[in-house]
């Protein structure tokens, strides 16, 4: 995304909202960090009286010491995707060579902890790790994070339906995790007609 784009959809919301999150995903946003910066600085320089939050949706493999300063200075929450815990696992976000990038994402998640960066953890669920989803949640909890959401996959291509979980398997898994030391969004009940903020018209998505 170039700024230009960037800052149309921010003017465009904020000629009729005062309050606004600007959630930055992907892809992987890190590799568009100076348009972070850039959103960010523009919005404190030329909308100072509006209550504006942000957040960063990342697989945290990118994260390095000088960014998480940065991160820190901007305010930004952070969210960090995280599917297994097996090293070798290259199921599951592989790079564009095969290779698995789990490692690299534990790594960030070390870095954020050891700079006492708060974060939660997105995990989305497939059948390739719906097995070890408690695994995952224990090894979470010994590192002191606090919170994680479960994301059913949502198939975009036709090889993705034989990733497909058992949502009743799953299910099974969430009635397991409800005396868990940790706050895990799925449990918690929402309105019907809230299952998404577009529902309600409280999200735009910008591309």
Do not use: W
């Amino acid at each position: 995304m170039d700024f230009k784009t960037a800052k149309n959809a921010i003017d465009y919301i904020l000629k009729d909202e005062n309050n606004l999150k600007i959630q930055f995903t992907g892809g992987e946003p890190l590799l568009n960090f100076k348009l972070i910066e850039k959103v960010i600085n523009y919005c404190m320089d030329h909308y100072p009286d509006r209550n504006i939050s942000y957040a960063i949706q990342t697989n945290g493999t990118l994260l390095e010491e000088n960014i998480i300063k940065r991160i820190k200075e901007l305010k930004l929450n952070v969210g960090v995707s995280v599917d297994n815990i097996d090293p070798k696992d290259s199921a599951l976000r592989p790079y564009m060579d095969g290779r698995s990038s789990t490692l690299d994402t534990i790594r960030g998640i070390y870095l954020l902890r050891n700079n006492n960066l708060p974060f939660g953890i997105t995990t989305v669920v497939t059948n390739k790790n719906l097995p070890y989803l408690l695994d995952l949640l224990n090894y979470l909890i010994s590192l002191g994070i606090r919170s994680i959401s479960f994301d059913i996959l949502k198939p975009k291509r036709r090889e993705h339906l034989a990733l497909m979980p058992d949502e009743d398997e799953f299910k099974s898994l969430l009635e397991k995790m409800k005396d868990f030391p940790i706050y895990i969004k799925n449990l918690v009940g929402r309105p019907k007609d809230k299952y998404c903020y577009l529902n309600s018209g409280d999200l735009l998505f910008v591309n």
